[in-house]
């Protein structure tokens, strides 16, 4: 049970410090200038793939499965990170 616990944390944990990471980065670096929506957006990519991850681990599947289906879900949220920053797929909500 305390092992469950703890992959849960550390799946929550990643998003919490790269969601900080940016915050201080917009605060310090020249440049960067993220909006509240840009916060929220990224918040809800980054722990919706968290929760989701954290849903295929805690299955009962095997774990070649699991390992297959964590990489379609992370892939599939570094396609939409990329499409909303760069526009790589020409959708109108591709960034500028």
């Given at each position: 049970m305390t092992l469950e616990k703890?992959?849960?944390t550390i799946i929550f944990a990643v998003p919490t410090?790269?969601?900080?990471?940016?915050?201080?980065?917009?605060?310090?670096?020249?440049?960067?200038?993220?909006?509240?929506?840009?916060?929220v957006v990224?918040?809800?990519?980054?722990?919706g793939t968290a929760f989701f991850v954290?849903?295929?681990?805690?299955?009962?599947?095997?774990?070649?499965?699991?390992?297959?289906?964590c990489f379609i879900i992370l892939l599939l949220m570094a396609l939409v990170w990329i499409e909303l920053a760069v526009g790589i797929f020409g959708t109108p909500f591709a960034g500028s």
């Open positions: 703890q992959k849960t410090l790269l969601m900080i990471t940016a915050f201080f980065g917009n605060l310090f670096v020249e440049g960067w200038s993220w909006s509240p929506s840009d916060f990224a918040a809800v990519l980054l722990f954290n849903l295929v681990i805690r299955s009962k599947k095997p774990l070649l499965t699991k390992l297959m289906i």
